[in-house]
């Protein structure tokens, strides 16, 4: 089956716009992450969602940042007033779960976002 | 806190060395452990985990992992490496649904 896509996979705005990166997860999988990938950072853990339970946004880095998930799937991660800092890719997972296990992530290909 | 560390950022390697990467974490309850490796320009994927059971696990193209629970470690192991194996390494932990992922370790492989 087709697996986690992301669009778009580039996009460049000005800063203090407003940005809306979308995610479509692995069909049937309950759990979809966002995370942020910054060169030598490693990957910044942003927000969590697992089926209709609240989702997680502890690692949400401000309140310009927020996300939601509609029916359980598709995930949209928006960033308000965008700053340079922003500039980074963003990367999206998935994964299935079974009770309290959570099995391995597939990601997206990640959108590169790009604040001038 | 939680927290994963990879000791290694960078790791330059000839084709048919030996590679251990190290990863160590920090995490007070039941842990699931990943490997997941970035190719240059390709997506993050899968490269092994632990759940449970045989603390060492094999993955793809010849790598394995050893958890050793004392130690909070799983190291990642590979015997004699390829120049496709140049690429970001990436050590994770699942605790309760949230990942940690380390800062990763780029491998490259000199032909």
């Known amino acids: 089956g087709a697996g986690v896509s992301q669009s778009p996979s580039n996009k460049v705005t000005e800063k203090g716009k407003d940005v809306e990166l979308r995610c479509d997860p692995i069909?049937?999988?309950?759990?979809l992450y966002w995370y942020r990938q910054s060169l030598g950072q490693g990957l910044e853990f942003l927000i969590y969602?697992?089926?209709?339970?609240?989702?997680?946004k502890s690692g949400l880095p401000s309140d310009r940042f927020s996300a939601e998930r509609t029916g359980g799937s598709v995930s949209t991660l928006t960033i308000q007033r965008t700053q340079q800092e922003d500039s980074a890719v963003y990367l999206c997972?998935?994964?299935?779960?079974?009770?309290?296990?959570?099995?391995?992530?597939?990601f997206g290909p990640g959108t590169r976002l790009t604040v001038t | 806190a939680q927290s994963v560390s990879q000791h290694n950022h960078h790791v330059i390697l000839s084709e048919a060395a030996s590679l251990e990467l190290g990863c160590n974490y920090s995490?007070?309850?039941?842990?699931?452990l990943f490997w997941y490796v970035q190719y240059p320009g390709q997506h993050l994927q899968l490269l092994l985990k632990?759940?449970?059971?045989?603390?060492l696990v094999k993955g793809i193209k010849g790598f394995e992992a050893e958890f050793i629970k004392s130690k909070f470690s799983f190291n990642l192991r590979k015997p004699s490496v390829q120049w496709s194996d140049t690429a970001e390494y990436f050590c994770?932990?699942?605790?309760?649904?949230?990942?940690?992922f380390g800062t990763g370790t780029r491998l490259k492989v000199l032909a």
């Open positions: 969602f697992q089926g209709n339970s609240a989702p997680d």
């Open positions: 632990y759940f449970s059971g045989d603390p």
């Open positions: 069909s049937g999988h309950t759990a």
């Open positions: 997972a998935s994964s299935r779960t079974s009770g309290s296990k959570s099995y391995e992530q597939y």
């Open positions: 995490y007070g309850g039941t842990v699931n």
């Open positions: 994770a932990v699942e605790g309760t649904y949230k990942y940690i």
